[in-house]
């Protein structure tokens, strides 16, 4: 029987985002903007929803997801919890599994999603996904960027803020034609966020800046509040995409599109996926509409979606699986804005997770949606399964 370590980082189950102010559900039930002013062109910069809602953990794993996991590996083999806390690599060292399945978003720190696959490397043990180096990298977001720009893949132009005395340099890179690194001047409007966050922890609406005053407070204030750089993009007006990448080399291919519908937002919202969007507006007793998948759009736009996107999984080192999202800019073309090599897997429909929704597009139920990504990570390093769904799933392969 194959041993599959099972890492991960659970999430606290209370709360698991709590208000600050007093509020004491753990997903508050925040009523979305109704005025039909847009709030978000009146709002001022400050950061109001981010600086009320404790979001530290947001991109830990519930016991939930966790649980649907365990269940989809035990068909390939015997499943060994071992939580991603302080003791993981004395655990690891002990238990000796034959594989690594992988979902750790790590303790902390800006490298802490390779943590798990460093310690992994480090005893020689087989992993899944991504290896430290595409981890760290793309959770690095302006670092992802220049990796994109250098080869040609299409991202937004950008500047890193690193500190408040840097701030006033970003004014003069939006007013100046060209700076001395010979990249052109960002075009207004701006959109602002921490460098190396996911799931869209300090993105919320008044990261979109129409002035160069309202980027300089936003980005003052997402330097403090996340104690880390602050990324300064041009905003990508079009229509946003995500896209589930799943195999390696050759093999790479992407599932059935997922497109934003952000007519789903309250009225006024501004049209980005943030903190709002998924965290306070989504909730599973009234799911937001905001996805549809497939996405509905014509098969030019579809083969320059997939294009982009499987250049930015071979350029990233990208291994087993990953969302990717994209935007379109204002000529239409399709702009990578991030990619994720530890895609948000969570198990319930109604939840509206974006890779098992586009699994669930092209026929695969979450448990061959994990079982594919262990299947693939498995291939490439030459361990085999075992377990009943070892042999469907070897089978479903030679089939294509
Ligand atoms: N340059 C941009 N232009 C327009 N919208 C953006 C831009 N960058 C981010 N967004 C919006 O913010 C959302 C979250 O940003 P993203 O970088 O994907 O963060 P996260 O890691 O939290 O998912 C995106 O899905 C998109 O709607
Ligand atoms: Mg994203």
């Known amino acids: 029987m194959t041993r599959i370590g099972f890492a991960y980082n659970q999430k606290p189950e209370l709360p698991a985002l709590r208000l600050e102010d007093g509020a004491e559900d753990a997903r508050p039930d925040e009523e979305p903007p109704s005025s039909s002013e847009p709030e978000w062109a009146s709002a001022p910069a400050g950061g109001v929803a981010a600086a009320s809602v404790d979001d530290e953990f947001a991109e830990w ?23 991603a806390n302080a003791d993981f690599p004395e655990r690891l060292r002990a238990t000796q599994p034959d594989i690594v399945y992988n979902i750790a978003e790590g303790m902390g720190g800006v490298n802490r999603e390779a943590h798990v696959p460093a310690i992994c490397e480090f005893y020689g043990i087989p992993y899944s996904g991504s290896d430290p180096f595409s981890l760290s990298l793309c959770l690095d977001k302006a670092r992802t960027k220049e990796y994109l720009a250098y080869h040609g ?3 937004a132009p950008f500047a890193l803020i690193r500190n408040a005395a840097e701030i ?6 939006l007013t100046t034609r060209r700076t001395k690194s010979g990249s052109t001047r960002l075009r207004l409007p701006l959109f602002v966020k921490p460098v190396h966050e996911g799931s869209s922890k300090g993105i919320t609406e008044d990261n979109y800046c129409r002035t160069v005053a309202e980027a300089q407070t936003q980005t003052a204030f997402l330097l403090e509040r996340y104690a880390q750089p602050v990324l300064v993009e ?16 050759d093999g790479a291919h992407v599932l059935p599109i997922v497109g934003m519908n952000f007519e789903a937002l309250p009225p006024g919202a501004l049209p980005v996926y943030g903190f709002e969007a ?31 996107v499987l250049s930015a999984y071979q350029v990233l080192g990208c291994r087993d699986w990953s969302r990717i999202d994209v935007r379109l800019d204002a000529a239409g073309v399709p702009n990578v804005v991030e990619v994720n090599p530890l895609p948000g897997i969570l198990p319930r429909p109604e939840d509206n997770s974006c890779f098992p929704k586009a699994a669930r597009a092209a026929g695969l139920s979450y448990d061959e949606l994990i079982q594919r990504s262990l299947r693939f990570a498995a291939e490439r390093q030459g361990v085999a399964l075992s377990g009943k ?12």
Do not use: Q
Request: net charge negative; hydrophobic share 45%.
């Open 153 to 155: 893949v299409p991202t």
């Open 278 to 308: 998924k965290w306070l507006w989504d909730d599973p007793s009234h799911p937001l509409e905001i996805f549809e998948c497939p996405a509905r759009i014509d098969e030019a736009l579809r083969s320059r979606i997939e294009e982009v």
């Open 168 to 173: 006033p340099a970003m004014l003069d890179r």
């Open 389 to 400: 769904a070892a042999r469907r799933v070897r089978r479903a392969a030679a089939l294509g």
């Open 234 to 249: 041009e905003y990508l007006p079009g229509r946003e995409f995500t896209c589930a990448v799943m195999g390696n080399g």
């Open 61 to 83: 794993d519930s016991a939930e997801t966790i649980n649907a996991v365990e269940h989809a590996l035990s068909a390939l083999g015997e499943v060994l919890r071992l939580e």
